[in-house]
């Protein structure tokens, strides 16, 4: 290909994305192929020979696209959304035919520049203390697994990477019941282990972690000869929401000087609303580690991932590695690649930088507070309904519920409203039961995508039962 043939191509893939996101109301959200359909349509055989774009485009749709869930679909109400503003795919655009991988300052200083300044823009915007840095990762399991390797080295004096975990006893972490799935994965890929991985009991309206059993269980582990690591708190769990009542965890973590890291990955993206901060995020300046995913609520076209350090040192203690060939010279810069586990580093600031100049603050503001409201009149709506009982109430713009019968029951009518097209939703479990799940978050849904989902529900069930 050469670059005219770039330019033509390129125009027209632009050309298919806006009318396939104009046109995404009228597809089924979630995929409706089966296994092995895609597959079964590939040929075993790498080519031997070129083939025309026109001929690769056409497969492209005939193949992939019935395959493919529609993550930007209006009524996706499933997991957590993966944005994309139109900003953020343009910024994308530019970044993919730069192609800069921008691992040093040296290597691509204005990608490292505006990093840094994206970042500090969004801790203005979160409502953070002067004073906090950060790093722009992929993902908040990333993230998330940088502060466990920093409570694993700070713990040790910093001997882990070097001698290995041998001798050191059995290290502690603790969070809460209701902790994501990759907090246990960053204890395994870490070696804490899953048993060194301690999960408090949850209390209170937003299911947040127990503090005086928490303090219980960290004063047990200390008469057993055990050493406490750290904490990992949240603010929006992904099962329910649930949040940590901060300020209280913190004393527990300053008494016995533990590291803490805040998982805020969704719900994080809300702080920039200040009438939200009181109820989730009083307290949050004396966190060592945070993070938040701007790829989830506010935006910015996965993936793109931000971690708040309140003192980067102890994290670059732990990751900063620099031979020879990494070495840079002449004034002192910043290279992120210390910062991370990877060494590679894409330009993700960039579509931070063209999101927020896109929209503005209060632009996003607006959305937020639109899905927050419209979650809340949904789940009154579905509260109504005959037989219908919500378990858990909105947190933000997630909440759960249940349909008349048995756990059988709640997965019958999730798979049915999936396999209808017009919605899409996931199961969960709370309290030993299987519970619908419902989060508004998409970033051009409206009231009247939301609302929809009542009648959508109200309809399959009707028909199911």
């Given at each position: 290909?050469?670059?005219?043939?770039?330019?033509?191509?390129?125009?027209?893939?632009?050309?298919?994305?806006?009318?396939?996101?104009?046109?995404?109301?009228?597809?089924?959200?979630?995929?409706?192929?089966?296994?092995?359909?895609?597959?079964?349509?590939?040929?075993?055989?790498?080519?031997?020979?070129?083939?025309?774009?026109?001929?690769?485009?056409?497969?492209?749709?005939?193949?992939?696209?019935?395959?493919?869930?529609?993550?930007?679909?209006?009524?996706?109400?499933?997991?957590?959304?993966?944005?994309?503003?139109?900003?953020?795919?343009?910024?994308?655009?530019?970044?993919?035919?730069?192609?800069?991988?921008?691992?040093?300052?040296?290597?691509?200083?204005?990608?490292?520049?505006?990093?840094?300044?994206?970042?500090?823009?969004?801790?203005?915007?979160?409502?953070?203390?002067?004073?906090?840095?950060?790093?722009?990762?992929?993902?908040?399991?990333?993230?998330?697994?940088?502060?466990?390797?920093?409570?694993?080295?700070?713990?040790?004096?910093?001997?882990?990477?070097?001698?290995?975990?041998?001798?050191?006893?059995?290290?502690?972490?603790?969070?809460?019941?209701?902790?994501?799935?990759?907090?246990?994965?960053?204890?395994?890929?870490?070696?804490?282990?899953?048993?060194?991985?301690?999960?408090?009991?949850?209390?209170?309206?937003?299911?947040?972690?127990?503090?005086?059993?928490?303090?219980?269980?960290?004063?047990?582990?200390?008469?057993?000869?055990?050493?406490?690591?750290?904490?990992?708190?949240?603010?929006?769990?992904?099962?329910?929401?649930?949040?940590?009542?901060?300020?209280?965890?913190?004393?527990?973590?300053?008494?016995?000087?533990?590291?803490?890291?805040?998982?805020?990955?969704?719900?994080?993206?809300?702080?920039?609303?200040?009438?939200?901060?009181?109820?989730?995020?009083?307290?949050?300046?004396?966190?060592?580690?945070?993070?938040?995913?701007?790829?989830?609520?506010?935006?910015?076209?996965?993936?793109?991932?931000?971690?708040?350090?309140?003192?980067?040192?102890?994290q670059l203690n732990t990751l900063k590695i620099e031979p020879e060939y990494l070495k840079t010279t002449g004034d002192a810069v910043t290279n992120y690649s210390e910062w991370t586990i990877p060494l590679g580093?894409?330009?993700?600031?960039?579509?931070?930088?063209?999101?927020?100049?896109?929209?503005g603050l209060e632009g996003l503001r607006t959305r937020i507070r639109n899905h927050v409201a419209w979650a809340q009149e949904l789940c009154d709506a579905i509260r109504a309904l005959d037989g219908f009982e919500?378990?858990?109430?909105?947190?933000?713009?997630?909440?759960?519920?249940?349909?008349?019968?048995?756990?059988?029951?709640?997965?019958?009518?999730?798979?049915?409203?999936?396999?209808?097209?017009?919605?899409?939703?996931?199961?969960?479990?709370?309290?030993?039961?299987?519970?619908?799940?419902?989060?508004?978050?998409?970033?051009?849904?409206?009231?009247?995508?939301?609302?929809?989902?009542?009648?959508?529900?109200?309809?399959?069930?009707?028909?199911?039962?």
């Amino acid at each position: 290909m050469d670059w005219d043939e770039f330019a033509h191509w390129g125009k027209h893939i632009s050309d298919w994305g806006a009318q396939y996101h104009k046109s995404l109301r009228d597809l089924p959200v979630r995929s409706q192929t089966a296994v092995g359909d895609t597959a079964t349509q590939l040929h075993p055989t790498p080519p031997e020979t070129g083939d025309d774009m026109a001929a690769i485009l056409a497969d492209f749709e005939a193949i992939v696209m019935p395959g493919m869930t529609h993550w930007q679909h209006p009524r996706f109400f499933a997991y957590f959304p993966a944005n994309a503003a139109p900003p953020s795919m343009l910024a994308e655009q530019l970044v993919n035919t730069v192609a800069a991988q921008c691992m040093l300052w040296q290597t691509s200083p204005a990608a490292t520049e505006v990093e840094g300044v994206m970042v500090d823009w969004l801790r203005q915007a979160l409502g953070l203390a002067d004073g906090f840095t950060g790093v722009i990762q992929d993902s908040a399991s990333s993230a998330t697994l940088s502060a466990v390797l920093t409570m694993r080295e700070r713990a040790t004096g910093y001997t882990g990477n070097k001698d290995g975990l041998s001798g050191k006893g059995h290290l502690r972490i603790y969070c809460s019941d209701q902790v994501h799935s990759s907090i246990d994965r960053a204890c395994w890929v870490a070696g804490i282990g899953q048993a060194n991985l301690v999960k408090i009991p949850t209390k209170g309206a937003q299911f947040g972690i127990d503090v005086d059993a928490l303090e219980a269980a960290i004063t047990a582990d200390l008469d057993a000869g055990h050493t406490p690591a750290g904490i990992i708190a949240i603010t929006g769990g992904t099962g329910i929401g649930a949040s940590d009542t901060l300020g209280p965890l913190l004393k527990v973590a300053a008494k016995h000087d533990l590291y803490t890291h805040l998982d805020a990955a969704w719900a994080g993206s809300a702080m920039i609303c200040p009438e939200f901060r009181s109820e989730f995020w009083d307290d949050v300046d004396g966190f060592d580690s945070i993070v938040f995913n701007p790829h989830k609520w506010l935006g910015a076209q996965f993936d793109c991932s931000v971690q708040f350090l309140r003192d980067a040192t102890p994290q670059l203690n732990t990751l900063k590695i620099e031979p020879e060939y990494l070495k840079t010279t002449g004034d002192a810069v910043t290279n992120y690649s210390e910062w991370t586990i990877p060494l590679g580093r894409r330009f993700r600031a960039l579509k931070i930088w063209f999101l927020l100049r896109s929209y503005g603050l209060e632009g996003l503001r607006t959305r937020i507070r639109n899905h927050v409201a419209w979650a809340q009149e949904l789940c009154d709506a579905i509260r109504a309904l005959d037989g219908f009982e919500i378990t858990t109430d909105p947190i933000l713009s997630l909440f759960s519920f249940r349909c008349p019968g048995d756990d059988a029951m709640q997965q019958r009518l999730v798979d049915a409203l999936n396999d209808d097209g017009r919605i899409y939703l996931t199961q969960g479990a709370f309290q030993g039961q299987k519970v619908i799940r419902f989060q508004v978050g998409q970033f051009d849904t409206t009231r009247e995508d939301v609302m929809m989902a009542h009648a959508v529900i109200r309809e399959v069930w009707e028909q199911i039962q």
